[in-house]
């Protein structure tokens, strides 16, 4: 397998030279914000280290370069700018530090404002709870690089999480990423010129919608990994707009994201219980929807594989708006596939799954597919020799996932 | 002053501390402050700047430890202090449990070069030399002085920057960075961004448990503490030590206790000291409840699972940190590992860890170097 990522990255060179390649990010205007008060971001640190519970930390508008990251550990504090192109907090030039800002506290929001170019995750919100993300805009104002950070929002092992009205761009592994958590909502937000745009990973209840994901590798992923704390399940994707994620994979090869084929729209990677309806997917060059295994992408860790259940089971895929997509698939393997059975000019149908599954499961892997082009099980287990075509082992249905609920009053 | 007389008296320390107290008769004691944040390190009066020197006051005791936590090649002068009559508990494998009012210091320094100037030496801590009472400041640059204390509602860690004239240090709780330029034995020089952390990054290290976010001391467990120190009255073991000065109660002979490696020990056994480093830099982060725990890699001395510890282990959100190689460690192969790839690493999104240093520690990265390559196997 570990053959298969040089070429899915050769592919995508290809691709750049041959003209498909991403097109440049729009964006946002940000320029304009009036020129900071150097002064503030002392102060501002220093406000971070002082917060009391329930503070209110105001950002005015303007914009504010730090060095050196910045970390918040007391409870109930808010952070709040003046918009998201109004108040920056900018790390272009940093120097120190893994993340722009860092935070181990609860019952947290913040607000309006943006994070930039930080070295490496943008937020990172660890092992706190009650946390709201609210029109905050994370970009890396390059445009997609592997030089970039890896993830823009990320609050991981983090319970009763709000993400609403946000916007990742560029990030070179996620630009929304809930990781090991519980009890998530991720909702109108945009996701752009990420690897992968939004991705929930091991995380359990989660619901996504009306977001927008574009011009990403992937995107919207909902991936378990291994020999983590927890395995994650019961996820709806719904009402979102998936189209022309085809930007070329600029994820460092060796992390997960980094096997996510140009032109994926939705991915779910090992994970059970998994909803998708009602979204709008399209133009998505590999293929719409792809119903995967970790064995497929190459990352599965056979030591740690004894307590993890590899296959994706219990995947309920119906009433969504499918079209275009699948004309040109990443990666040698999948353009083989796609040329030995729908030809040159074929296209691969709206959902792809690996065949991955488990054989002791008396009911099967229950992937119920309804209201799309058609399935492709590509037959990984077999070498991929007998690809299938069958709709039939999919017309199934499952009893719908309860919404989340946050209580938040 | 009644005190530290007293525990002079009463034949608790030795002789260089019985002569420090007479001679400095008028020096008040450490001052423990139960809250507030004051401005200047003078004002604990743990350490001061006389003849030339910065001498430990009476009651402080200096320390070290098997094998330090790296940060770009500063050396380090560690001391412990606590109230009269008051004693840490032994445990064997945690941080001693600690009495409310002890001090701990950990002042940064570097070797001053022949250069002068900005230079400083890059060059392997062999422990603080005390000689002649103190520090020789003309030989030294200071940097910064950490404090981590024990107060009734937990430690509360304090960093104090030390001026250019190194007369005073002070408060500079926002942290700071600081350029140097490191000159190595062979004349390379190399420049540096040493990094004073703000007072929440402190946490990043001392954080061990992410849920209740308690800082706890990291250097004074057994088996870091289990060694000889070059006191002015002679080599002796630090346990030994402070159980003999009143200052850790319940420890067993240190014969038994538990030992770390010295990670440059060449007699030591390679997996022994590697093992050291990697518990000491990396794991009080990567344990089961430390900040590092999202990517399930525990690399703390507890930890025994092979895959727990790196091997064959898929890496999780580490984004570029990767290098593009698949596993934290491939047996046999340290250029292929994530971990060395890390290590080998002084860019702030990809290096490990991510605080406390801003260059590469040549000398670690060697030995886990080696570690790796003698690791049979293969990852399936």
Redesign the interface.
Known sequence: MSKQIPAFALAAAAALTAGCGPEQPQHTATAQVAAGDAAFAERFRTRLLDAKPGEVIEVPAGRYTFDRSLTLRVDGVTIRGAGPDKSVLSFKGQKAGAEGLLVNASQFTIENLAIEDSKGDGLKINEAQDITIRNVRVEWTGGPSTKNGAYGLYPVKTRNVLIENSVAIGASDAGIYVGQSRDVIVRNSRAEFNVAGIEIENTVNADVYDNVATNNTGGILVFNMPALSQQGGAIRVFKNKVFKNNTANFGAKGTPVASVPAGSGMVVNSNDDVEIFDNDISDNATTNIIVSSVYSTGYKDDKAAKDFDPYPERISIYGNRLSGGGDSPDGFDLKALKTAIYGLNGRFPDVLWDGYANKALKDGPQICIRDVSGVINADGPGGYKNPSQDLTSHACSLPKLPAIDLKRG | MRKTMLRCVVGVLLSMLLAGCAREAAAPAVHFFAEGQPPTLAEWNLLRVADGRLKLNAGVVPYDLNTPLFSDYAHKLRTVWMPQGQAAQYRADDAFDFPVGTVFSKTFYYPRGAAGGDAVLRSADEGPDLRGGGLELAKVRLIETRLLLRRKEGWVALPYVWNAEQTEARLM???A?ISLSLVAADGQREAA?Y?VP????C??CH?ID??S?ALQPIGPKARHLNRDFAYDDGLNNQIARWTRTGYLRGAPAAAVAPRDANWRDPKANLDARARAYLDINCGHCHSPKG?G??S?LWLDAATRE??RLG?????????????????DIVPGRPDES?LLYRMRSD???VMMP??GR?VVHTEGVRLIRDWIAAQQGQ??
């Open positions: 709780r926002g942290g960075l961004e990094q703000d007072q929440n990054q946490a990043g954080g992410m849920k976010k900040p725990n999202t399930g092979p895959m091997r064959c282990k898929l890496p999780i959100a580490a984004g570029k940190g990767t290098g593009d190689f698949r596993h994530i860019d702030p999104s991510e605080l801003s990852c399936g």
